[in-house]
C-alpha cells in the first residue's frame, strides 16, 4: 500500500522556522516527484512547491508565495521529503500536505492520487 | 501565472440531481487539469485526471470533459456522499494552481 505520512508541524512564532518531514513507503521513493499543498483553515487548497526525481536531478519549483523562504529537499535513502521554512508568517498558517506527483520521466496518470494525512502549522505570537 | 476560475462557488442540489462544475483557465492547459473532492476535515480525494480519466475505484457517475481553457466535471446522479467541496487542479505550468472550490450543498 502506498503511504505518506507529514510530520513536523506545530506552533511557531512569526519570524520562526521549521521543518516538515514527508516518509513514504509503497513507492520506489527516487522514481517520483513529490509535491506539497497546504490548505489555511477554512480556506481552499494551495500548491506549495515540488521536488522532482532523481532522473531530474532532484530540482524544485515553488510558489510565489514561499519562494526564498522556503526549500525542498529530498533524502532517498530514508525516503523522505523535506520542507524547510524560515521567516515564517502568519499566512503561514495551514495544514501542509504531501502528495505524490510525476512518475520516471514524467508520466502524470498517478499524479496527485496518493496524499498523506497533513500535519497543521500555525504560526502565532 | 495561470488562474484558474471555478463556477460556481457554491451550490445546493438535491439526490439524483445532475450536477456540472466548471473550471476555467487563464491559458491553455491542454488535458494538465485534475479534479478532486474534499469532505470536512478530510484528505482531498482525486476523481479525474488527464481532464478525463476516472480514477480507479470512483464511481462512474462521475466524469470530466474538456480540454485547453474549459473543463467540467458531472455529477449524473447525485448520492448523499456526494456532498462536499470540489477542487480543479492544473499542473500544466508552474506555478500550479487550484481553482477556488465548488462547494456542494443539500437543497
Known amino acids: 500500500e502506498v503511504q505518506l505520512v507529514e510530520s513536523g508541524g506545530g506552533l511557531v512564532q512569526p519570524g520562526g522556522s521549521l521543518r516538515l518531514s514527508c516518509a513514504a513507503s509503497?513507492?520506489?521513493?527516487?522514481?517520483?516527484?513529490i509535491d506539497w499543498v497546504r490548505q489555511a483553515p477554512g480556506k481552499g487548497l494551495e500548491w506549495v512547491g515540488r521536488?522532482?526525481?532523481?532522473?531530474?536531478?532532484?530540482?524544485?519549483e515553488y510558489a510565489a508565495s514561499v519562494k526564498g523562504r522556503c526549500t525542498i529537499s529530498r533524502d532517498d535513502s530514508k525516503n523522505s521529503l523535506y520542507l524547510q521554512m524560515n521567516s515564517l508568517k502568519t499566512d503561514d498558517t495551514a495544514v501542509y500536505y504531501c502528495?505524490?506527483?510525476?512518475?520516471?520521466?514524467?508520466?502524470?496518470?498517478?499524479?496527485?492520487?496518493?496524499w498523506g494525512q497533513g500535519t497543521m502549522v500555525t504560526v502565532s505570537s | 501565472d495561470i488562474q484558474m476560475t471555478q463556477s460556481p462557488s457554491a451550490m445546493s442540489a438535491s439526490v439524483g440531481d445532475r450536477v456540472t462544475i466548471t473550471c476555467r483557465a487563464s491559458?491553455?492547459?491542454?488535458?494538465?487539469l485534475v479534479w478532486f473532492q474534499q469532505k470536512p476535515g478530510k484528505v482531498p480525494k482525486r476523481l479525474i485526471y488527464?481532464?478525463?480519466s476516472l480514477q480507479s475505484g470512483v464511481p462512474s457517475r462521475f466524469s470530466g470533459s474538456g480540454s485547453g481553457t474549459e473543463f467540467t466535471l458531472t455529477i449524473s446522479s447525485l448520492q448523499p456522499e456526494d456532498f462536499a467541496t470540489y477542487y480543479c487542479?492544473?499542473?500544466?505550468?508552474?506555478?500550479?494552481?487550484f481553482g477556488q472550490g465548488t462547494k456542494l450543498e443539500i437543497k
Open positions: 502528495a505524490r506527483g510525476y512518475s520516471g520521466s514524467g508520466s502524470y496518470v498517478n499524479a496527485f492520487d496518493i
Open positions: 509503497g513507492i520506489t521513493f527516487s522514481d517520483h516527484y
Open positions: 521536488s522532482r526525481n532523481k532522473a531530474n536531478s532532484y530540482t524544485t
Open positions: 491559458q491553455g492547459i491542454s488535458n494538465y
Open positions: 488527464a481532464a478525463s
Open positions: 487542479l492544473q499542473h500544466h505550468t508552474y506555478p500550479y494552481s
